[in-house]
């Protein structure tokens, strides 16, 4: 349920695009300072892509368990107006104002009725139909759905696109999820809403995506169902996941759809720099959290399967951060063996895959050979890239975006988070790929200069202090 | 306690996380028969607006003065029923949660024993709550200005971000100048952009800030206060210019740390003869010989350059396990500009791994090779002159993707190396009560959520005295820090943590064993009356003292020895 | 012989390496053998099986243990050798020449194939010093003095255990000494892989040496030194390489020195310095022997370039005084003396019975015998000790 806000009143706004954790960290700097923030978020929950994590490195802490308390800080602030599934229609710029127009999408279920008991998606005729997004697939959801059990708010919301009453105009003789709902939230007549609000700063925090891996055939991802990308092991391995945490070795069902399995796997690869570090297929660019996510999935295959062969190719370790090193050398001591050389191509023999590669520091007198590794799991650590609509989302708001996709910050070492547009600021991997730490300080950045903008536009009218935010 | 006890107890479903495996009504009836109960619900979710609304109609239609609510762990939660409690009249402090998820439907499985256990919990926490005390919120005011300590990179631009908000920002400076150890650089990477256009701007524009004063030639000795109300004072010249210190001391709201790093002395590598021969240098001696445009080295140009990364980073046996971050790239960036400079010399990168990470870094790396410079694979393990050619030294190394010894031959050799804590912040650390972690370095209060905050309030970090990190990284953290030292300073006020300890004069013998025991520095003997006094805006209310007093003078609120041995005589009463 | 690798490299915690590759670009023996340590790792950690058999360059390693003393993941690259010689020990494939030196230290006390009983030779002249001295081990003494194997027994090294007997003499320290029933330490014995025979070393000596119930054992070779200081557990001895013995007696004034080495002319001898691996690299004793060179009268030190940590390996170690090792032709102590020769030196002084007897050979080999000449630091000391014993009758 979205609540009712005090009015900003005479108070000058701010505006942040993306509620992932730049944007829902930034909407908490800014508010605590005392100023009204607007925060927008495409999809039905903030929280992002660190809502899809299992455990971060290097400390290994559960992501959820650090994010939902800063979720549910971002819903509860006396400052902060949550608007999800909105985006951004149109921004015009009126001197130090940005007229902003949002568009609220229909849920077609009513927000503050809505308790999220979960009935309507018990009874909808597409449960268990549709492949879920924020499960990356490996698992499935009704028409009508939250994200994950945590999600902020916990209000369903009923997906246009696989509804069979809003894409064929029929659904039986009822409504399913209407007759199931105990607080008639439900309303197909709700329309989309349109939301002018006037900001003096707008951050932009819309994240990333991930490049898809049938850009690299080679690896017979989307071929054979044992090679999986690393987000979708994410999934697997999060105990509030499809599969309460277990690992095992997806297969081919009798329909040929690719299902969980219930084998453990006993040989795994990982592949990296998939996509990433690669001008010619995929990108030229390094996507920096790749090595140590890697290391952490490694580390959690282990405590899964303790008698899995684990086997990590690479071409360099970037464990560069504040002890990141120190997890590299616990992982490695964890028994994963770390091996030199970026592999070729996977293909199968029999029901294992193989994996083809030059090892390239083995010593073979008189001349080296490949290696083939078998393997019954294969995780391919994809490329971060721009999200789709960043082309959209840079000419709506008139910024500029760098050579590599991403936004470009006016100048990266100086101002590293303002853009070409004077009070329009960049956070987190929308500018350029970065683990959660870099992205937390860089969100803070932002609010840092959007609060120059909003102190400067508060003129005569104090700031309002609300009641204390928990520090 | 003047008045009667009316309790209302609400036992939370949570959707089928509580209610799968507890019992939730019976836990409501349970709950209704408890002394000082007067209304017993369950509800599916309590947090949601039609939970909070039942609270609050309750406290309305009973007269209620205390809420128990059972349900999620009071981190997720308990600002929610505090915040609806108080709308209704109730106040925050007299509410109380009783965990029965993450402490019991989540753990456990058997229904019978879960629901046993949740009537426990509920129970204790009803026995506690008659005692609850109604506490106010407390808020001190903040002294609108910030001190930076350090005038590098990151303590300029930490100060620029506050004083463009228009408060005042204090730097405090050790050395002579501004600008850190990026003033002994020559030109960054990855734009190549020259230090002498990127730097003297941002010096000047610091200098010429009208809400920043800044002290050269000067340090902090002394912090006392808290969080909105530091006293500083700073020892030293204050610079003519910039403003002069009233009896040296300076009032601040919030403190933040940009001390810097040192560099690793190549002296503790014997082994690659830094000392011993005059081309062997460390890169900082290369950006120096970068900026004179001069590379010869025993009157003759180098003919064959080689640097050799990770010294003293990634060395257990050293005592630095860590990566230094920015060698790779700065190491890019030299060993390229040498080839720019000496296009015929063979330049050439031993390294173990390459990690050019940041944005615009992998492009780097492919330049430089482009560019001519050789990478080769091999954690070099020693130097020595070349026996009849004194000029030359001979690096002895592995090329592990040959599989190969080789016996290296260089004119100039750079030492790439790395970062580690500045020993002279031994002193700060002290003053401040900043932990470090293994590393050495400054500890963030969170790795992940907390990058800049320490466990002091209202004291911050910024750069590479947290860790080893880049300009562009720096420059974030430090606008980060200057956002979290903002906070306070543009609300004009903070909030206290209003559960703090008490001590009561009568009972106080003076002994002054809270004293030390208190890791806040929270209670202080006053030397007049012989008693213990507790400020509470230093008291984080982890009641350590109260549990040590040998004479029960202190008295912890919100957790007092009336209120816990209630719960405990509930819990094994029943 | 097939080994099945991943109990060995869990116990060796081999996965912490990296591959960097600093153990085998510091390993002098890599860049005239097959031997790559680095390769040897990667190989346990990768492979499911190793092939001991085609693995002769196993015996070439001299445990000169620069790759442990620079490996930044503490991974001990060395000691994956010496575990690998132990497999191949245990499977009795060793060069015969290492397996005879073995059977004789187990049988006789010393790898020379010598008897026991001539153990006390070397004291030849000094019997009744001897004779006191074993005495004061008997009666409990406050210093021991362990001769070892090589000085005992090889005419070339006796001299400085002679030596060093005058000197405790001369300074009057209440010594004492084992006699025949001192027996191999068994350093290099653990690092060919006989770990049965080296722990059976252990317990015995380790005994024999707690019953003498010394304050302080001083050794003349630098490995008796270093296996007794680390891998015996003694802690309440004081273990001394007489380096260190003799800069502390300079130091406090118990010993001095008269005469001088310098020429008639006054041409002081110039005289270079190397560092064993087990007195320096490994242990860290870089200056006590500098100090006493410096002291003695009429001497001029040089150093050479590779010196203390750099020090080059005179290729003696590690069983190698016993075993040819894959290559013959390219010596490491060829490089060495040529260096000591290129400074200018007349003396190489060395401080091991090792590094005495393979560098003085190599000064044979290549020629240099007329510029050069090899002795131990006691040798030169003997030459310009004060001697007031009197029952001392002097040999050299």
Not at chain 1, 32 to 40: E, H, M, N, Q, R
Not at chain 3, 258 to 266: F, K, P, R
Not at chain 3, 309 to 315: D, P
Request: a negative charge; one cysteine or more; charged letters at 25%.
């Amino acid at each position: 349920m979205e609540r009712e806000r005090p009015g900003p009143g005479d108070r000058p706004a701010a505006l942040i695009v993306g509620a992932g954790i730049a944007g829902i960290q930034a909407a908490l700097d800014i508010a605590d300072a005392g100023f009204p923030v607007y925060l927008i978020e495409r999809e039905p929950s903030i929280g992002g892509r660190m809502a899809q994590l299992d455990k971060t490195f290097p400390t290994l802490d559960c992501s959820s368990c650090i994010l939902t308390p800063k979720m549910v800080d971002a819903d509860q602030h006396p400052n902060i107006t949550l608007m999800t599934y909105a985006d951004v229609d149109s921004v015009e710029r009126d001197g130090d104002i940005f007229h902003v127009r949002v568009r609220k999408k229909p849920r077609y279920v009513d927000p503050d009725i809505c308790k999220g008991c979960g009935d309507c998606a018990e009874a909808c005729r597409m449960k268990d139909r549709i492949p879920s997004a924020f499960d990356e697939g490996i698992a499935n959801r009704s028409a009508i759905y939250v994200p994950f059990p945590q999600a902020v708010p916990l209000v369903y919301t009923i997906d246009p696109d696989t509804c069979l009453y809003l894409t064929r105009g029929v659904c039986g003789r009822t409504f399913k999820c209407k007759d199931a709902c105990p607080a008639d939230a439900i309303d197909f007549e709700q329309e989309e809403e349109f939301v002018d609000l006037d900001v003096r700063a707008i951050i932009v925090a819309t994240g990333f995506d991930l490049i898809d891996p049938e850009t690299q055939p080679e690896y017979g991802y989307g071929v054979y169902p044992q090679v999986m990308t690393a987000i979708e092991f994410e999934r697997l391995s999060d105990a509030s996941g499809p599969t309460k945490g277990e690992v095992f070795v997806p297969e081919v069902d009798r329909r040929g759809n690719t299902v969980v399995g219930d084998r453990k796997p006993e040989d795994v690869v990982f592949i990296k720099c998939v996509g990433s570090r690669d001008p010619h297929t995929g990108v030229p660019y390094c996507s920096r959290v790749c090595c140590m996510y890697t290391a952490k999935h490694a580390h959690l295959i282990r405590e899964k399967v303790p008698d899995a062969n684990i086997t990590v190719f690479y071409m360099d370790v970037r464990a560069f951060g504040k002890g990141y090193e120190e997890f590299y050398d616990r992982v490695r001591h964890e028994r994963v063996t770390y091996r030199r050389g970026q592999p070729s191509e996977v293909y199968r023999r029999g029901d294992r895959l193989v994996v083809l590669a030059e090892d390239t520091t083995l010593c073979r007198s008189p001349g080296r050979e490949p290696i083939e590794v078998e393997a019954d799991l294969v995780i391919l650590a994809t490329a971060v890239v721009p999200r789709g609509d960043v082309a959209q989302v840079a000419a709506a708001l008139g910024i500029d975006r760098s050579p590599d996709g991403f936004f470009q910050e006016a100048d990266l070492k100086l101002r590293p988070v303002d853009t070409n547009v004077d009070n329009i600021f960049v956070a987190g991997c929308c500018q350029s790929p970065k683990d959660i730490p870099d992205t937390v300080a860089q969100a803070k950045a932002a609010a840092s200069s959007a609060l120059r903008a909003l102190v400067q536009a508060r003129e005569a009218v104090p700031a309002a202090g609300g009641p204390a935010e928990r520090w | 306690m003047e008045q009667e006890p009316r309790i209302g107890v609400y036992i939370c479903h949570c959707g089928v996380n509580i209610a799968a495996t507890v019992e939730v009504e019976e836990v409501a009836a349970a709950a209704a028969d408890l002394p000082g109960v007067v209304v017993s619900r369950d509800y599916t979710y309590m947090c949601s607006d039609p939970g909070q609304a039942l609270i609050k109609e309750d406290i309305r239609a009973y007269g209620l003065n205390r809420v128990v609510v059972a349900s999620c762990s009071p981190r997720m939660h308990e600002p929610t029923f505090r915040a609806a409690s108080e709308q209704a009249g109730v106040n925050p402090y007299q509410v109380e949660m009783a965990n029965i998820r993450e402490q019991c439907s989540w753990v456990h499985k058997d229904k019978r024993q879960a629901t046993e256990k949740a009537n426990l919990l509920v129970a204790s926490a009803v026995a506690k709550a008659v005692h609850l005390e109604a506490l106010g919120d407390r808020e001190v005011d903040v002294t609108p200005g910030a001190l930076v300590i350090g005038g590098g990179i990151a303590g300029m631009a930490a100060a620029l971000d506050v004083a463009d908000t228009g408060l005042q920002a204090y730097l405090v400076e050790k050395a002579d100048h501004l600008g850190g150890r990026v003033a002994d650089l020559n030109r960054t990477f990855p734009t190549l952009e020259s230090v002498s256009e990127l730097l003297p701007p941002l010096i000047e524009r610091v200098q010429n800030h009208p809400n920043i004063t800044v002290f050269l030639n000067s340090e902090v000795a002394q912090v006392n206060g808290y969080v909105g109300n530091f006293e500083v004072s700073v020892t030293g010249a204050a610079d003519g210019e910039a403003g002069e210190l009233e009896e040296g001391t300076i009032k601040v709201g919030s403190i933040v740390v940009a001390t810097g790093y040192d560099v690793f002395d190549p002296d503790r590598l014997p082994e690659f003869g830094y000392s011993d021969y005059p081309n062997v240098i460390t890169s900082l001696e290369m950006e120096e010989r970068l900026m004179e445009g001069d590379l010869t080295v025993n009157g003759r140009t180098p003919e064959r350059v080689a640097f050799i990364q990770c010294v003293g980073s990634r060395d257990k046996q050293l005592g630095n396990p860590h990566c230094s971050r920015v060698c790779c790239m700065y190491t890019a960036k030299q060993s390229r500009l040498v080839r720019e400079m000496l296009p015929d010399a063979e330049v050439t990168v031993f390294y173990i791994d390459v990690r050019t990470f940041g944005k615009g870094g992998e492009e780097f790396y492919d330049d430089a090779r482009s560019k001519g410079v050789r990478y080769r694979r091999g954690n070099v393990s020693e130097i020595y002159r070349k026996p009849g050619e004194p000029e030359r030294v001979i690096l002895v190394a592995e090329d592990t993707l040959l599989g190969q010894p080789i016996d290296f031959e260089a004119d100039l050799v750079v030492l790439a190396v790395g970062m580690e804590a500045r020993e002279s912040t031994s002193k700060i650390s002290q003053l401040l009560k900043l932990p470090r972690s293994a590393d050495g370095f400054f500890l963030e209060a969170h790795p992940k959520l907390r990058p800049v905050d320490t466990a002091m309030a209202g004291v911050f970090l910024a750069g590479c005295c947290q860790g080893p990190k880049d300009i562009p990284d720096t420059v974030a953290q430090a606008k980060a820090a200057a956002s979290s030292a903002l906070i306070p300073l543009i609300r004009g006020s903070v909030p206290v943590e209003s559960a703090t300890a008490v001590v009561s004069e009568e009972l106080c013998a003076g002994c002054g064993m809270c004293v030390e025991v208190c890791p806040y520095e929270a209670p202080a003997l006053d030397q007049l009356w012989r008693v213990s006094r507790i400020n509470p805006v230093l008291c984080e209310g982890c009641g350590a003292c109260a549990a040590t007093c040998p004479s029960s003078a202190i008295r912890m609120q919100h957790f007092t020895a009336e209120q816990v041995l209630a719960q405990v005589d509930a819990l094994i009463s029943s | 012989m097939a080994l099945k690798t991943a109990r060995m490299t869990e116990e060796l915690e081999l996965f912490g390496c990296i591959q960097c590759g600093k153990c085998t670009g510091g390993c002098p023996v890599a860049r005239k053998t097959t031997l790559n340590i680095r390769d040897l790792i990667y190989h346990m950690m990768v492979d499911s099986d190793m092939d001991l058999d085609t693995h002769a360059e196993l015996w070439d390693c001299t445990a000169c243990f620069t790759c442990v003393e620079r490996c930044p993941k503490d991974v001990q690259p060395a000691e994956l050798i010496i575990a690998l010689r132990g497999e191949l020990v245990e499977g009795g494939r060793i060069p015969e020449t290492i397996g005879t030196a073995l059977m004789s230290i187990f049988r006789q006390g010393n790898p020379s194939s010598m008897a026991r009983q001539d153990r006390d030779l070397w004291a030849e002249g000094m019997e009744a010093s001897l004779e006191q001295a074993k005495q004061a081990a008997q009666d409990g003494c406050d210093l021991l003095y362990f001769v070892g194997c090589i000085p005992a027994y090889d005419n070339r090294v006796q001299p400085v255990a002679r030596a060093l007997m005058r000197v405790f003499e001369s300074a009057g320290l209440d010594v004492g000494a084992l006699g025949t029933d001192e027996t191999c330490c068994g350093n290099e014995v653990r690092r060919m892989g006989e770990v049965g025979l080296f722990e059976m070393l252990v317990e015995e000596n380790g005994e024999m040496l707690r019953n003498v119930g010394a304050d302080q054992i001083v050794t003349t070779s630098p490995h008796c030194f270093n296996t007794f200081k680390n891998e015996y557990g003694l802690p309440d001895t004081e273990i001394l390489h007489y380096t260190q013995l003799l800069a502390h007696l300079l130091e406090e004034g118990d010993l001095t020195f008269g005469g001088s080495l310098a020429s008639e002319e006054g041409e002081k001898k110039v005289v270079t310095y190397h560092d064993p691996c087990f007195l320096g690299k490994q242990n860290q004793v870089y200056d006590e022997p500098r100090a006493i060179i410096k002291a003695i009268p009429g001497v001029e030190l040089v150093e050479m370039d590779r010196s203390r940590e750099r020090s080059l390996c005179c290729e003696g170690g590690g069983g190698r005084m016993w075993v040819e090792g894959t290559n013959l032709e390219e010596r490491i102590a060829f490089q060495r003396v040529q260096e000591a020769a290129d400074t200018g030196a007349d003396i190489l002084a060395v401080a091991c019975p090792f590094c005495l007897l393979t560098l003085e050979d190599a000064v044979k080999v290549q020629g240099l015998d007329e510029q050069l000449r090899v002795m131990d630091i006691m040798e030169l000391v003997d030459q310009v000790l004060e001697e007031d014993v009197p029952d001392a009758s002097d040999q050299e």
